[in-house]
């Protein structure tokens, strides 16, 4: 297996944006909804990345431009040094092996008509070349071991598993083919508290096995914060900051970021009086007409000209750690209570 | 039974002796084909006016069934109420008239819900909709109820609420129409706001945004409210007392500063420690292992015994009954010294 | 919570972690792995649950008494009704007597043996009209809903096309058109398919686009699963169900359907025999002599009860969840 740190995804310039159109017969563009404008990162062997951000910021189109489920309309995605988002057929049938991903709903994401034993095998159905057909009941029962499940489920149906159990099938079915990427969209947000703790340890303990890179998509910061070791901000279509957690969570720079965390309720009564809570009016803009220039100057209490002009690179600002994409960025801890 | 009627209750704004709200006993079952399923079983909290009760349990404790129950909102059958009182100013409306519940109900009491798109009729205005509580329950013509329900949306900081009042409510964002949802609940001034997950399918941000509201809609009129939830931190930023729900029973009953410094029920504890924090970057979380009960194969003893680290031999035998800790607090522990203490089983 | 995670190679043989939900789940069977290596599979599944279904069995046995009855009808009865020396006009009418359990018809004729050999005319008629509505219905359906798209757009336009034929009109007119042909009973059959494929093919692609909006769908293809697997894996399975139930509701209608064309002069005519023509023939005289249409009414009602009753057991099985 291949060391750990040595770049796995590049992702460069990702923009996906679905038309709008009018007219039955006759067809016409009237527009785009812009759910990815331009992003990049990269991930590493064995590294987490999460991706945080509100309904509507585009972290969901992401997650399936980067699993070759939508084309995207520019832009790369690189596993390995191969751009998947041009890959078609056999090639990237043979791609798809090296990225999966973890879905959120666990009630949708089985099949209710196949056993665990088929979904689990289904991979190797589709991949012959992986398993040769005799292996392939040993092998599915590996990974419901590997996963924390009893291997005599094989021939058990989804709906006789808890959500938890199910989510765990929705993870072995994603192993089955020893991908190097998993994307995890939502992974526990179904999940009850108790259960999402089981869940997340065994995203952990499944990273050290089998040296996988995830990008975790999540929209509860806090869990975001304990299984990453980078984390990117969207707001509408694009990346607001990106750095590692400690940079994000308590040196946060960019005002919408800042925002967002001041937000997210700690569980610790103790100085909630006191805690720093950056309220943001209205509702995000439509990402079928976003603002011009900087794209939160809307609802921003920073906001100046400048912001509707000219619009903020990511890239590290004077007295930031970080890349953040705001012309007046500046760290300020809003999480912790001094 | 005989039926007390609502005359008993004291006029809006007075105020009688004792809680706002008390829940006494309250037992629900459900009549299933598999059986009857207890799902609250012996619940009992108070709510006094100004005060923010929240009622923490996972999917299955019981905690919703508790507020329908309080609502008069359960379908009976196949649900059942076989004892229990909840009692409103000290009358108990388990024994109100259909009729004078009704007058209780959205007037007395309201609630909102966790999904206002399925909330609201799709085929009516919101105008027309919040208007509609004075219409019915005041008696207003059509003409000053949608005065009330602009005023209403402006409460409730819909921006440009005269403009929107005629739109209907596809055309509203969730935390928008989470806000409209919030005015009709308070259009008519109850005494007590019952929220039922109000913030579980919306962002942080506009979380936040309606949170803030809540409260100060509550330090205006001074209701009480019963919020319930599963998020430990939205309970940790706006509770005064806290009820924890497991498998239909309360298992942990505090003050939010108690119960978040020292659980005194395991359940709870597991729970505290089984969240990622913000603010903290743990290492390995803790996972309380197991599945909740099935309410139609309720363990012996204790409910929680199977999943328990602090588990003895008599929690398998013997439920406990709700200790009373210090006079201020209570949990449904044998053992609640030592996980007050810390000392795992 | 010794969780811990161990880095390394992978230990896939050994047990690496305390597992949590693992200690609730019911203890595995004796020979725990060499049983479950029998891969059990949706199909396999429902045969075994099927073969264990009272109401698939009873349906079974009832649809093949009524196949016999239809093939080789000399067995239920002596009498020949095809011989007009079997009737005779002066007992036209008569209640049940001797030998003639179901009295007589009209013409005299014995309804029993009448009633034996229109089984054969109405069964083709419903059971092949069914099977070809649902398999054409049911695969255009299934190609429209998971391809979408302008194959959608074209095969719902065309359907609605269909649809917007008055059925009985639709039928009398293509069977008119090619009486001539000496298609016998097929061309009732090929006219009622031609009308009754859009509804299959409605049902159908309405259920696959429920089915095709679930994270499975999208999940399988990630894993780069076939276009041709999605459909049939997928789709078909969680699609099927509400064409069973209606295919098998639509049988009876076709059995009358037949009758209706038949009335009108088009389709089965006398001197041959189906249900429905004897249900025209009886109806003018019913109140007087009620059972030459209340005996062939009796059989179709079994008939279609039969299908219906072997549609609900096939759906039931093919949902593990009401396993």
């Known amino acids: 297996m291949a060391t750990k740190g040595e770049r796995i995804l590049e992702v460069r310039d990702l923009v996906k944006h679905f038309p709008l159109t009018q007219g039955i017969v006759m067809k016409r563009q009237i527009g785009a909804i812009k759910a990815v404008d331009g992003v990049s990162f990269d991930l590493d062997r064995g590294e987490t990345l999460g991706i945080v951000g509100e309904s509507g910021c585009g972290k969901s189109t992401l997650a399936k431009v980067l699993m070759a489920l939508e084309r995207p309309t520019s832009g790369s995605v690189m596993i390995n040094g191969k751009d998947i988002a041009k890959a078609r057929g056999a090639e990237l049938k043979r791609m798809r092996r090296n990225i999966q991903m973890v879905m959120q709903d666990p009630y949708t994401s089985l099949n209710p008509r196949m056993t665990v034993g088929d979904i689990i095998g289904e991979p190797y159905d589709i991949h012959t070349e992986v398993a040769p057909k005799g292996d392939r009941a040993r092998k599915v029962q590996e990974l419901l071991e590997v996963v924390g499940l009893n291997p005599d489920h094989i021939n058990r149906y989804p709906h006789q598993f808890s959500g938890g159990q199910r989510q765990r099938i929705g993870i072995a079915r994603g192993l089955a083919l020893q991908p190097e990427v998993i994307v995890c969209d939502e992974p526990v947000s179904a999940l009850d508290v108790s259960i999402q703790a089981q869940v997340i340890n065994l995203l952990e303990r499944l990273q050290n096995e089998f040296n996988l890179a995830y990008i975790f998509i999540a929209h509860d910061l806090s869990v975001v914060r304990h299984i990453s070791d980078r984390v990117a901000v969207m707001y509408l279509g694009k990346v607001v900051e990106i750095g590692n957690d400690v940079d994000i969570y308590d040196k946060p720079a960019h005002p919408y970021a800042q925002a967002l965390l001041s937000a997210v309720p700690v569980p610790d009564p103790e100085g909630r009086e006191q805690r720093e809570r950056i309220i943001l009016q209205g509702d995000p803009p439509s990402p079928a007409n976003p603002p011009s220039g900087c794209r939160f100057r809307t609802r921003c209490w920073k906001a100046q000209e400048i912001c509707a002009t000219e619009e903020p690179l990511l890239q590290i600002r004077p007295g930031t750690t970080h890349e953040s994409a705001c012309h007046f960025a500046e760290t300020h801890d809003v999480v912790h209570v001094n | ?345 | 919570m010794s969780d811990m995670p161990q880095a390394g190679p992978v230990p896939q043989d050994t047990q690496t972690l305390t597992t949590d939900e693992k200690a609730t789940a019911s203890p595995p069977p004796a020979g725990g792995r060499k049983k479950a290596a029998r891969s059990a599979s949706l199909w396999s599944d429902a045969w075994y649950d099927l073969r264990r279904r009272p109401m698939f069995i009873f349906s079974l046995i009832l649809i093949a008494i009524l196949l016999v009855m239809s093939f080789w009808p000399s067995l239920f009865t002596s009498i020949n009704p095809f011989d007009a020396r079997t009737c005779e006009l002066s007992t036209a009418r008569q209640g049940p007597s001797s030998g003639h359990p179901f009295g007589r018809d009209s013409l005299g004729c014995d309804v029993f043996a009448r009633t034996i050999y229109g089984a054969k005319n109405s069964i083709i008629i419903g059971v092949t009209t069914t099977v070809i509505t649902a398999l054409v219905g049911g695969l255009l359906g299934l190609i429209a809903g998971a391809r979408g798209g302008l194959t959608d757009t074209i095969t719902s336009r065309v359907t609605e096309v269909f649809f917007a034929i008055p059925s009985i009109l639709g039928a009398l007119l293509i069977t008119a058109t090619f009486r001539d042909a000496s298609l016998g009973i097929w061309l009732v059959v090929i006219a009622l398919s031609i009308l009754a494929w859009p509804m299959t093919f409605r049902i159908m692609r309405a259920a696959v686009l429920t089915a095709r909006g679930q994270d499975f769908v999208l999940a399988a293809r990630a894993l780069g699963a076939s276009q041709a697997r999605v459909m049939f894996k997928h789709l078909l399975p969680n699609a099927v169900a509400p064409v069973i139930v209606v295919a098998t509701i639509n049988l009876g209608g076709f059995i009358a359907a037949e009758a209706a064309l038949s009335f009108l002069g088009v389709g089965v005519q006398s001197p041959d025999i189906s249900w429905g023509l004897m249900i025209a023939d009886a109806r003018n005289r019913f109140l007087e002599a009620p059972l030459p249409l209340v005996f062939p009414a009796v059989f179709l009602s079994v008939t279609v009860l039969a299908f219906i009753m072997l549609g609900d057991a096939v759906r039931d099985a093919l949902d593990p969840k009401l396993r």
């Open chain 2, 1 to 345: 039974m005989s039926k007390t009627s609502l005359d008993e209750l004291p006029a809006e704004g007075g105020r009688g002796n004792g809680p706002l709200l008390d829940v006494d006993n309250l037992h629900v079952e459900f009549a299933t084909r598999a059986g009857v399923v207890r799902a609250v079983n012996g619940v009992s909290y108070s709510l006094n006016p100004g005060e923010t009760v929240a009622v923490l349990g996972e999917s299955g404790s019981g905690k919703s069934v508790t507020a329908q129950a309080i609502m008069g909102i359960l379908d009976v059958p196949p649900a059942r109420i076989p004892q229990g009182e909840v009692r409103f100013h000290g009358t108990d409306l388990l024994k109100l008239s259909e009729e004078a519940r009704t007058q209780v109900r959205g007037q007395r009491i309201a609630m909102i819900f966790q999904d206002a798109l399925s909330a609201l009729n799709p085929v009516f205005t919101v105008g027309w909709q919040i208007s509609e509580m004075f219409r019915v329950h005041r008696g207003m013509s059509k003409r000053d109820g949608m005065k009330k329900a602009v005023e209403l949306m402006d409460k409730v900081r819909i921006p440009a609420a005269k403009q929107r009042v005629n739109d209907y409510p596809h055309q509203f964002s969730g935390g928008m129409r989470q806000r409209i949802m919030i005015a009709m609940a308070i259009a008519l001034d109850p005494e007590v706001l019952i929220a039922d997950e109000p913030t579980t399918a919306l962002d942080v941000t506009v979380q936040a945004q309606i949170m803030e509201l809540l409260a100060e809609l509550q330090r205006e009129s001074n209701m009480g409210m019963i919020l319930i939830t599963h998020d430990l931190g939205v309970v940790a930023d706006v509770a005064d007392k806290i009820a924890v729900m497991y498998a239909g029973r309360i298992v942990e009953n505090a003050s939010v500063h108690d119960i978040y410094k020292a659980p005194a029920h395991p359940y709870t504890k597991g729970l505290l420690e089984s969240i990622p924090r913000v603010d903290l970057k743990g290492h390995e979380l803790y996972a309380i292992k197991g599945l909740p009960p099935n309410l139609l194969d309720m363990p012996t003893g204790c409910a929680f015994h199977p999943r328990c680290p602090y588990r003895q031999d008599d929690c398998v035998t013997d439920a406990p009954p709700l200790y009373e800790i210090g006079g201020t607090r209570n949990s449904a522990c044998h053992y609640w010294r030592e996980v007050l203490d810390g000392d795992q089983g």
